[in-house]
Nanobody, 123 residues
Framework: QVQLVESGGGLVQAGGSLRLSCAASGRTFSSYAMGWFRQAPGKERELVAAISGSGRSTYYTDSVKGRFNISRDNAKNTVYLQMNSLKPEDTAVYSC????????????????WGQGTRVTVSS
């Protein structure tokens, strides 16, 4: 189990960029695959991007491919989500999650969650 704290959300105009950060506690951060999820009001939570413990493997949902980039710095126990070319439909609360082991795309397999950070993209 790991404690996660997100930061970096805010208000941005369409076409702009934001970088979200997720800081993790503990000494075994590199053993966790990390994911960024988002949930808009009235919509189901969805996995946006995920990254393996080593950082060598990544996953992106189709709607953000080419626009978002997930990365991690294991020396800093931090995972990032660089969001470019933002669209109003990207507006959501973004949450960081951790899973011991490899990347999975189902949220129920992520056991640790941050509190979320809100991203609002204006048109």
């Amino acid at each position: 189990q790991v404690q996660l704290v997100e930061s970096g959300g805010g208000l941005v105009q369409a076409g702009g960029s934001l970088r979200l950060s997720c800081a993790a506690s503990g000494r075994t951060f590199s053993s966790y695959a990390m994911g960024w999820f988002r949930q808009a009001p009235g919509k189901e939570r969805e996995l946006v991007a995920a990254i393996s413990g080593s950082g060598r493997s990544t996953y992106y949902t189709d709607s953000v491919k080419g626009r978002f980039n997930i990365s991690r710095d294991n020396a800093k126990n931090t995972v990032y989500l660089q969001m470019n070319s933002l669209k109003p439909e990207d507006t959501a609360v973004y949450s960081c999650a951790a899973r011991w082991g490899s990347i999975v795309t189902r949220e129920e397999y992520f056991g640790s969650w941050g509190q979320g950070t809100r991203v609002t993209v204006s048109s």
